[in-house]
Structure formats: structure tokens, C-alpha cells
């Protein structure tokens, strides 16, 4: 079992609305205040994505180019890009991400049915996502919305051998409507499913957050967090700041005798380069 517990923060994704959720960083300048307030917490990487002046999702290269650089610039935290987008996201665009220049990526494992809409991410997207990684040296996690999506990730380092950095990590998302339920039963099936040697985060949606915070550190797994996943900190308590998750998960991680991994040694844990 590994000694520490890789922490990653998913501040904002593309769902939550700042109307709605005003806490939500959608503005650079509040991307790195939580950036910052989240690395003192205990996270070693940031999963962003990134909205527009109307607060609204965007893949503009631009604006994540200039979002990588000043990220890498304020913080020693892991810079991981979303691939994913929004469900509305056109592929090309969702390919074009890598041009920012990221220390990583997400890489999400197939398609799958997201409330009323469907993550779309059908093969040829996935391999040709994979190989732009590999040219690159940009290190995917592999998201994990459902078991089917673990053969997919079998069939894809079959196919085209290791990533860039040389190991394999991925990120189970539970509880997504559409996908597999957030319960340690089906945390431990998944696990099951991963390739040999692959180490594994885990993230529950919504309520699910708890059960698979906790279904992952006692499964010996890493813990992802953040407004993109939970909205609320507790029964009729909105989430007030993303660093109050990460919070939480550093003291869950304390209390399970493996404390967070600073990003230096989650840069050789997971094979991601020093730009520092
Ligand atoms: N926003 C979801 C449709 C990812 O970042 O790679 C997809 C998502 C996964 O958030
Ligand atoms: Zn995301």
C-alpha cells in the first residue's frame, strides 16, 4: 500500500453554475487563490477546466495556455487539463487541449450516459487522444466512469503500449447518473478491473463523496476532490471554499496513517516532468 495519498483538486468543471455556487473559482485570479489555498490543504494536483468571461465552459487555447503558465507560476501543483470539456465539447477542440502545454491530461475510458446528456468518448477518440499523449509527454489519468471502461483501458495499453511517464493512474468516478454507482462494493469490483500495477484515485459525486473517500483509503486508493464533484460539504451546508474539501480529505488521509503527497513526489509517483 502506498504511504501517502496522492490528493487532486477539481475545482470547477464544467457543470456547476457561479450563480448557483458562488464559491466556484471561474475567474483566473480565483483559480489561484484556490490553487494556492488548496496546495497549503494537501492537494498535489489540479484537475481544471477552465470558463469563459460569462462564467461559462470553455476549451479557448488562449485562455488554457495562459491558465497552464501562471498555475506553474503561483503553484507546485500538477497541472492536469481536462479533456473532457463539457458534454457539448466537439472532439477536436477536446483534442486541442494538449497544445497548452499541460503536465497532464484526463483520458476518459468510453462513453457514458451523464444525467440527461452522454459523455461522449467513443474509441477512435480515445486512441487518437492517447497517441497525441504519447507524442506529446503528457501524462493521462484515466477516468473510470464505469467497469466497461476498464477493458477499454486494457485494449488501449495493449494496443499502444505505456503512457508518457511510464505508469498507469487512474481516477474512478462514481455516483455520475449514467454510471456506476458510488458504494464500496462497486469500488473494490472496479479496482478489480485495473490493470497490473496501475494505481488508482477515486472521486464520489454529489453524496457519494463520503462512501468513496472513505471505500478508497481503505482499499489503499488516492482521493480526488473538489466543487466540480460536491456542491455541498454537509446536509443543507454549501461547499464554501474547494480548499475546505481538500481539507477534509487531508485530515481523512491523516487519520488512515498515509498523509498527503507533496507534488514533488507525486511528480516521480505518477512520471510527470519537473517544469520547475
Ligand atoms: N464535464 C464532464 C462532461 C474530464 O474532465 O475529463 C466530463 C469531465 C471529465 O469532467
Ligand atoms: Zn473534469
Given at each position: 500500500m502506498t504511504p501517502s495519498t496522492l490528493?487532486?483538486?477539481?475545482?470547477?468543471?464544467?457543470?456547476?453554475?457561479?450563480?448557483?455556487?458562488?464559491?466556484?473559482?471561474?475567474?483566473?485570479?480565483?483559480?489561484?487563490?484556490?490553487?494556492?489555498?488548496?496546495?497549503?490543504?494537501?492537494?498535489?494536483?489540479?484537475?481544471?477546466?477552465?470558463?469563459?468571461?460569462?462564467?461559462?465552459?470553455?476549451?479557448d487555447l488562449g485562455?488554457?495556455?495562459?491558465?497552464?503558465?501562471?498555475?506553474?507560476?503561483?503553484?507546485?501543483?500538477?497541472?492536469?487539463?481536462?479533456?473532457?470539456?463539457?458534454?457539448?465539447?466537439?472532439?477536436?477542440?477536446?483534442?486541442?487541449?494538449?497544445?497548452?502545454?499541460?503536465?497532464?491530461?484526463?483520458?476518459?475510458?468510453?462513453?457514458?450516459?451523464?444525467?440527461?446528456?452522454?459523455?461522449?468518448?467513443?474509441?477512435?477518440?480515445m486512441r487518437d487522444l492517447y497517441q497525441r499523449t504519447q507524442q506529446l509527454g503528457v501524462v493521462p489519468e484515466f477516468e473510470?466512469?464505469?467497469?466497461?471502461?476498464?477493458?477499454?483501458?486494457?485494449?488501449?495499453?495493449?494496443?499502444f503500449g505505456p503512457p508518457a511517464g511510464g505508469h498507469v493512474h487512474c481516477d474512478l468516478v462514481m455516483g455520475v447518473p449514467g454510471g456506476m454507482p458510488g458504494d464500496a462494493a462497486t469500488l473494490v469490483a472496479a479496482v478489480a478491473a485495473l490493470p497490473e500495477g496501475a494505481t488508482w484515485s477515486a472521486t464520489g459525486i454529489g453524496r457519494a463523496t463520503l462512501p468513496v473517500m472513505f471505500a478508497?483509503?481503505?482499499?489503499?486508493?488516492?482521493?480526488?476532490?473538489?466543487?466540480e464533484d460536491t456542491l455541498s460539504f454537509a446536509r443543507g451546508r454549501p461547499v464554501g471554499a474547494n480548499a475546505e474539501l481538500v481539507e477534509r480529505a487531508a485530515a481523512l488521509a491523516e487519520h488512515a496513517q498515509r498523509p498527503p503527497m507533496r507534488p514533488r513526489q507525486a511528480r516521480e509517483f505518477l512520471g510527470v516532468r519537473d517544469h520547475h
Open positions: 490528493i487532486t483538486v477539481a475545482p470547477t468543471g464544467a457543470e456547476a453554475r457561479k450563480d448557483e455556487a458562488p464559491a466556484l473559482p471561474v475567474t483566473l485570479e480565483e483559480l489561484l487563490v484556490t490553487a494556492k489555498q488548496c496546495e497549503e490543504a494537501g492537494a498535489a494536483v489540479i484537475h481544471v477546466h477552465i470558463r469563459d468571461q460569462h462564467a461559462n465552459p470553455t476549451l485562455r488554457l495556455t495562459e491558465t497552464v503558465q501562471a498555475l506553474r507560476e503561483s503553484t507546485g501543483l500538477i497541472v492536469q487539463l481536462s479533456t473532457g470539456g463539457a458534454v457539448t465539447d466537439v472532439f477536436g477542440d477536446r483534442l486541442r487541449v494538449l497544445e497548452a502545454g499541460p503536465d497532464a491530461c484526463s483520458l476518459t475510458c468510453g462513453t457514458v450516459n451523464f444525467g440527461d446528456e452522454v459523455f461522449a468518448n467513443p474509441w477512435p477518440f473510470i466512469f464505469d467497469l466497461g471502461h476498464a477493458a477499454a483501458l486494457h485494449r488501449l495499453l495493449a494496443e478508497a483509503l481503505a482499499a489503499g486508493g488516492h482521493l480526488r476532490v473538489g466543487m
